[in-house]
């Protein structure tokens, strides 16, 4: 055991601490190898140093005799911070070795758990300003989005849109040939549920041959453009959101900004295109799909002649019909693009995000279907159509 400047010095096998007095300040001095695997010093003699009278206004550390170290030497640098913060008195790390000053301050920036205060219990008025100011926000950068998908759409229509026309024929193909399977197993296996549906009732009256009808105008002014856009939603909206926010994780579209190439354009236009042109193909299929599960379920289990269905489902089905379920699956296409592609844009850099913006994508996509066919309706019913 030694002397400085009046004060002990601990010693251990391999690490040791030296305390010296200079004026209001406690210097600190580590000597030797700071490793786990020695028996490392306490904070007892520095806390002793801390209770002299007068007290010491600041620690310094001197570590220029160190030889090594690893974390270990974190837990006595942190017993020693605590016992300062205790007695109101300032630490100067400025002497550790860097390495150890930022390990210090990785420790001291993560919070522990438990320690956070719990916020105050807000009253109703402020919930609900805070709900109504959240809403406007949301609201205000829903419009942004759509202006700017806008104008690079207005500039795709004028050929001046920075894309590649390989990514928009391929996204033609994946949001169209593609979805043909799936679309048709779901049309067809609708148009027979709606079949089924009808026919329980119907036979009460004995006007099974009214199925038709049923199945032919539901499936072609509502319900096939309806089942396919939920399909579209969740597997483009959400491959969109999903392809666009891992994107954004790999700083791609940093990059496409840095080269000059707006990501609205490169990115979101050709997959808004894709969809708005597909979507009426895939509904005029998913129509006659539905048609046929109805007729097999007419001509195999109601006993309704092939002819005599094929007759009643064209003179129940027009135009007035067909026009308007081809023109909601467009607007449903439209609306899944843009929650895929605004999900997609707005995603955090982490991979649960995208996760979570693909997640959105979906159901902001189907709300925005429901609520678009809440409307068509509405509308339908004003008009007369």
Not at 266 to 295: C, H, K, N, S
Not at 318 to 324: A, E, G, Q, Y
Request: proline fraction near 3%.
């Amino acid at each position: 055991m030694s002397r400085r400047g009046g004060r002990a010095a601990t010693t251990t096998d391999l690490a040791k601490v030296s305390l010296e007095r200079d004026g209001d300040r406690l210097v600190v001095g580590l000597k030797g190898t700071w490793q786990i695997s020695a028996h490392l010093p306490g904070t007892t003699a520095i806390e002793a140093a801390l209770d002299d009278s007068p007290a010491p206004g600041e620690i310094q550390f001197e570590s220029a005799a160190i030889e090594g170290w690893d974390s270990s030497v974190l837990t006595f640098l942190m017993g020693v911070e605590d016992a300062a913060e205790d007695r109101s008195i300032r630490v100067d790390r400025a002497g550790l070795p860097d390495g150890v000053r930022r390990l210090v301050q990785l420790a001291r920036t993560v919070p522990e758990r438990g320690t956070r205060a719990e916020e105050p219990r807000k009253s109703l008025l402020a919930r609900l300003g805070g709900l109504g100011l959240g809403a406007y926000d949301g609201a205000r950068d829903e419009l942004r989005f759509l202006g700017e998908a806008s104008e690079a759409f207005g500039r795709f229509l004028r050929g001046k849109a920075s894309y590649r026309k390989s990514d928009l024929r391929l996204l033609i193909q994946q949001a169209g040939a593609d979805a043909i399977g799936i679309a048709s197993l779901v049309s067809l296996l609708f148009g027979l549920i709606l079949a089924f549906v009808g026919a329980v009732q119907l036979q009460q009256f004995g006007a099974s041959i009214y199925v038709a009808d049923l199945v032919g105008v539901g499936m072609v002014r509502d319900m096939a453009a309806f089942m396919t856009a939920i399909i579209v939603a969740g597997r483009s909206g959400a491959a969109y959101a999903a392809q666009i926010g891992t994107m954004k994780v790999t700083e791609e579209i940093d990059a496409l900004r840095t080269t000059g190439i707006s990501p609205m354009e490169f990115l979101v236009v050709p997959r808004i295109v894709a969809l708005v042109l597909m979507m009426p193909l895939l509904t005029i299929y998913a129509d006659f799909m539905g048609i046929l599960g109805g007729y097999l379920v007419g001509t195999g289990l109601l006993d309704i002649s092939p002819r005599a269905y094929i007759q009643q489902t064209t003179g129940a089905v027009n135009m007035t019909h067909f026009i308007p379920g081809v023109i909601k699956g467009t607007v449903y296409g439209l609306l899944v693009a843009l929650a895929g592609c605004k999900q997609g844009m707005d995603a955090g850099s982490s991979a649960s995000a995208v996760g979570d913006a693909a997640t959105k994508a979906v159901v902001n996509g189907v709300v925005a279907i429901i609520v678009a066919c809440g409307l068509a309706q509405v509308i339908s019913w004003v008009f007369g159509i």
